[in-house]
């Protein structure tokens, strides 16, 4: 039996553990890395940046080698063996998520492209290793349609599969209680993967996750309509990987457009540290107009992002996945941890209301998140766009979790 411990306790227990306990990972993967930063994390991308309009890339960064912050610190607090990188243990206690009693009986939804054949078993050797509750299909917890809610499904695509399995793990990790119900759709193009979110809501889910992004086109604001527009369903979309700039569907009014956070054990009340991770992405959208309840005053139209949670992968989340040749557990960063992490915190707050925006339940509840005031992901004018900074700032949003109440309304 695994013992479980309070927020407190945990908080103390990774405290305790310090940045001096940081675990080498070996090196792993020949091909080229795409992101690195001053802890000499390298990663490669689970899916191939897209050099087509209007197909998206997914945005899960999978460590290949460095020195990730400490496991030691996930085993400390749960008195189990763990496996790298951040745990539910964890993330439940950086973000004060009651996620022992909250959540039973909402699904949180992930749409995705391509499919993955080990999602099931994978997602049952996740929580089986943190002793959370078994999540089956047979036991009703888990469910995968393809992207118009059949059970025909799309082609596998190990890349996709990593994604997949981080969405997951992230779901399972903040929201232990929650049902989860995963939309692939037949490829990464807007098209279908806005059909998945069609379906997705039509299947009932009011918390729908994104994990992927592309450039912004003239199109958007008719995929806004098409896709994005459900009053009182929580749709969280990953603000990218590739530092200060903007992508789409992040940009869209209708959604919350998650960015990124390095998350660290520090021996302050919280028990945590979170600065703005140089990934992140932000900024003003080419496109979109401005939602009413987004107030700063440096861009004319929809700016990204609103709200963060850790993505560095260098403060990584362990992820167990199989499929296209995986050994099991790995460590990943991106927003695309980010994005279902933020789509289970709205499914722990309860049931959005009939006809809201959810997206600007946080700006109503800004004193209930952890304002993130240090780190850039890039130069821009005006500064608050790339910078970390008291109140609203781009790459982080209004800040972090700090209980479920700033996703209620």
């Known amino acids: 039996m695994r013992r479980t411990l309070s ?7 990774l405290a305790a553990a310090a ?26 991308r689970s899916c191939a940046a897209s050099t087509h309009r209007d197909v998206m890339a997914c945005q899960a960064l999978k ?60 997602l049952a050797a996740y929580r089986s290793q943190y002793g959370l509750p078994a999540c089956t299909t047979a036991n009703g917890c888990f469910k995968k349609v393809g992207q ?21 793990d992230m779901v399972s990790a903040a929201c232990p209680n929650c049902k989860i119900l ?18 997705a809501v039509s299947l009932g889910a009011k918390y729908v996750s994104n994990s992927y992004g592309g450039g912004e086109s003239s199109s958007d604001t008719s995929y806004d309509t098409q896709y994005f527009n459900h009053p009182g369903v929580a749709i969280t979309v990953s603000s990218g990987d590739g530092g200060y700039g903007v992508e789409y569907p992040a940009s869209s009014r209708y959604v919350t457009a998650v960015g990124g956070t390095s998350l660290k054990p520090a021996s302050t009340s919280r028990g945590w540290s979170e600065s703005v991770w140089s990934g992140a992405g932000s900024g003003c959208s080419a496109y979109d107009a401005k939602p009413s309840w987004q107030k700063d005053t440096g861009c004319a139209r929809r700016t990204v992002a609103d709200v963060s949670a ?14 296209g040749g995986d050994p099991g557990w790995e460590v990943f960063g991106g927003t695309s941890a980010s994005s279902p992490l933020i789509a289970a915190v709205y499914a722990l707050a309860g049931t959005p ?21 240090s780190g850039s992901n890039g130069s821009c004018s005006p500064s608050y766009l790339c910078t970390g900074a008291g109140g609203y700032d781009g790459p982080s949003g209004l800040g972090t979790p700090n209980g479920t109440a700033a996703f209620t309304g």
Do not use: C
Request: zero cysteines.
């Open 7 to 13: 927020p407190t306790a945990v908080s103390a227990a």
């Open 19 to 44: 940045l001096a306990l940081a675990t080498p990972l070996a090196q792993a993967a020949t091909s080229p890395s795409v992101a690195a930063n001053a802890a000499h994390v390298t990663t490669v």
């Open 63 to 122: 460590v290949t080698g460095g020195t990730l912050a400490p496991a030691a610190a996930e085993r400390t607090a749960t008195g189990a063996a763990a496996p790298s990188g951040l745990g539910p243990s964890s993330l439940q206690s950086a973000y004060k998520l009651p996620s022992a009693t909250a959540g039973s009986g909402r699904t949180v939804a992930i749409v995705d492209a391509y499919d993955d054949p080990n999602a099931a078993s994978d």
């Open 148 to 168: 118009t809610g059949t059970s025909t499904l799309p082609s596998a695509n190990a890349g996709w599969a990593e994604e997949i399995s981080l969405d997951l």
């Open 182 to 199: 995963l939309v692939e759709a037949k490829s990464s193009s807007m098209a279908n993967l806005g059909t998945a979110v069609n379906t």
């Open 310 to 323: 850790v993505a560095d992968p260098a403060t990584g989340v362990a992820v167990y996945d199989t499929y």
């Open 353 to 373: 209301s009939s006809g809201s925006t959810p997206a600007s339940f946080p700006y109503a509840h800004t004193g209930s998140l952890n304002d993130v005031t």
